[in-house]
Every structure is written in structure tokens, then in C-alpha cells.
Nanobody, 124 residues
Framework: QMQLVESGGGLVQAGGSLRLSCSAS????????MGWFRQPPGKERDFVAA????????DYADSVKGRFTISRDNAKNTVYLQMNSLKPEDTAVYYC?????????????????WGQGTQVTVSS
């Protein structure tokens, strides 16, 4: 089992920035692609970004491209999501997830392990 713990969420005004962190333990972090997802109130969980095992390949949802940056530090077993130019529509619970597939994927069902989420609220 891999344990994932997100942190860094909070309340921010529109146009502001936050950096989310996700710390992993229990399994070799460097063997897993990592993803960030978000779930607004009453809606489905949506893909935000993903990064491959060595950080050399990333994928972003169109809605966050150019504003969010995913990165990872394998020495610290941590994946990050830098969120800039935040909008009220970015308000959601943000989850990190790990998947052991070769390619980056966007479907939540493809991911093996999940954190418990961190709330991000963007006020207008």
C-alpha cells in the first residue's frame, strides 16, 4: 500500500497562488506516475495534471494549462502542484493519486492509490 497525504490547501482570493504538496510513503515513489485531480462540490472528480516517474513528461487539463505546474522531487517522495492565477471555478477538493502504468493517464479509475484530499477555496 502507498499512503498519500496532501497539504497546502486553503482560502485564497482570485488571482492568487497556492502550492499543494503530496507526500508519499509505503511504496517506491519513483516507480509511480503521479496525478492531481479535483472535485468541486456536487460534481465528479476531474483530472488536473499528471507527471511521469522522472518528471520528464507532464500532462494538463485544458482548464489549468498555463496556470498550474506539476512537479516532483523523488528524493523527498513528494509531488507538487503550483497553482497561479486562481479563479473561483478552481474551488474544489484536490486529490493526489499514484498509478503504476507506463503512460500518463487521465481516468481516475486507472490510479491505484489516493490521498484524502485538501480543500482549495478561491473567493471572487
Amino acid at each position: 500500500q502507498m499512503q498519500l497525504v496532501e497539504s497546502g490547501g486553503g482560502l485564497v482570493q482570485a488571482g492568487g497562488s497556492l502550492r499543494l504538496s503530496c507526500s508519499a510513503s509505503g511504496r517506491p515513489f519513483s516507480l509511480y506516475n503521479m496525478g492531481w485531480f479535483r472535485q468541486p462540490p456536487g460534481k465528479e472528480r476531474d483530472f488536473v495534471a499528471a507527471i511521469n516517474v522522472n518528471g520528464g513528461n507532464t500532462d494538463y487539463a485544458d482548464s489549468v494549462k498555463g496556470r498550474f505546474t506539476i512537479s516532483r522531487d523523488n528524493a523527498k517522495n513528494t509531488v507538487y502542484l503550483q497553482m497561479n492565477s486562481l479563479k473561483p471555478e478552481d474551488t474544489a477538493v484536490y486529490y493526489c493519486a499514484a498509478d503504476g502504468l507506463l503512460n500518463l493517464v487521465r481516468r481516475p479509475s486507472e490510479y491505484d492509490y489516493w490521498g484524502q484530499g485538501t480543500q482549495v477555496t478561491v473567493s471572487s
